[in-house]
């Protein structure tokens, strides 16, 4: 039996593989890249990227649709991705694989399509206290619609849905029961057979969230025997954008359409209304993503010998990589695991005593380390363990123990140097510009957007930009602890923050503000320097993007997410509205 081997795994995939090897925390040298976020998307091999190009140079098309050559060798293989996703989880038919933008969209539809039109006031739907909000939120809308009402099957101290309790939260007037099969968060891998038992048990319905499971475990719809299974390509090898709704023949077909338009008819008439097509083009309306499925195929093609011919291999591989870092980080005093004990598969979920997760995440970052901080679209969860979030480890199996050291030595020599590695140097480079006449510089820097666009322009890169971000964070007087409250929290912000306005007799608006996150303090010295001692209407005028765009800063500034840099701005200009 052929072996698996990471080294030739790695050099499958080009954005990792191009990445020097030789990592060395001591050296100053430009580390590449420590893909660590392997559970948001995973990197993609060479030939699921190949494959969708060769549809975009070579046959071109629209499927289904045409009488002519290039859209048969589309059509052809578009529905080969079919059949090989049908056999890939087990499904019984190929009508039963649904094309869907990815895990989201496959539960938008069953609760749309399907629980919008059967539940009832006081039916019961069950999900997970650890899920994903994709697996909440349709819920919570649903519930809403119809009246159902929400149980949370909760977690037992490792971190797995407690199923000594299931028997007291799925009952007769359970309807649907919802939970992922591995917490994107907890890196567990649930009981779900047993909850899919228990489900049909009562008659509901089961939907199992797979998009954390796809990559790591052979899946068998049928032995599972859930009613739908969902997951997405881009966190198996392949491209975003495209994914699977499983749903078993009988319930895809006794539900409506979710969207109407093209493909998903048989006929249309203006007197006669539509007929609508057969399984699986009911739930396909418009022109499908095409290379993305041509690219789900090829990362099937890919992943299937890894899960079946060198199964053991590959999974011991990605065994030895999350015991090893697990182990590290458990070396590491300030580490604080969200359930203890190695996960089942490569997620590592931790906080760190006195060290704000975001801080710690975008200073890896400059060193070329990349995990994920924040909640992890588990809210719910977050909240049940009285965190405002926290940072996650997701490994692949093209990551290997070297990076792993390097990331222990990285985030070790960050915490010991207080979150600003490069403070030592700043420090020295500071002195030495007191010894010279430059000993206010610091402080002109810190208040005056002018010094700060000075400074600004001599940093080059991220690296530089986020250590003098981190340095003005540590100059903003903190804010007292009782205006730190409700009513001067900023939402909207991944870390917390507050602002508080005052406006003085010569109507010039005066800004004070906090963040938990040095990052976030520092942003706020930036975005105050432009703010401050201004009128409504100089506020209202001011360009904050191109200011943000001189500093180099709007690459990093996400309007959705990222540091909720623009919600602070958002509520400065709504104080500051003129009359
Ligand atoms: N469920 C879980 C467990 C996930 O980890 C994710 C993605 N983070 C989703 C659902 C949603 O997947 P997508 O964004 O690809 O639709």
Redesign the pocket.
Known sequence: MKLFDPEQFRQKFPLIASYDQTLSVQSDSKIGLIYFDN??TTQKPQQVIDSQQEYYQGYNANVHRASHHLSNKATYAFEKSRSLVQVFIGAQSVKEIIWT?????SINIVVQSLARNTLKAGDEIVLCASE?H??IVPWQMVAEQTGAVIKIMPLNRQGYIDITKIDTIISDKTKFVSC?H???VLGRINPIKQIIAKAKSVGAISLI?G??AVAHLPIDVQALDCDFYVF?A??MYGPTGI?VLYGKKSLLESMPPYQGGGEMIKTVSFTQGSRYNSLPFKFEAGTPNIAGVIGLGESITFLTPLLNDVAKDYQDYEQKLVAYCYQALSSIEEVQFIREGCPDIAVIAFTLTDHHNHDVATTLDTYGVAIRAGHH?AMPLMAQLKLDGCLRVSLAAYNTTAEIDYFIATLRKILQSDLSPHDDLRVVAGKEQDKTKAGDLTKVLATEMAGIIALFTKTKGWDSRHREIMLLGKKLTRMDKALRNETTIITGCESLAWLKVELTSQGLYLFTADSDAKIIRGLLVIVLAAYNNKTAKQIADFDINSYFKQLGLMQHLSPSRGNGLLAIVDKIRLFATPV
């Open positions: 559970a948001a933008k990815g895990a989201t969209e994903h994709a697996n992922a591995i917490s994107n969230d998009a954390q997405s881009h966190k994914g679209c």
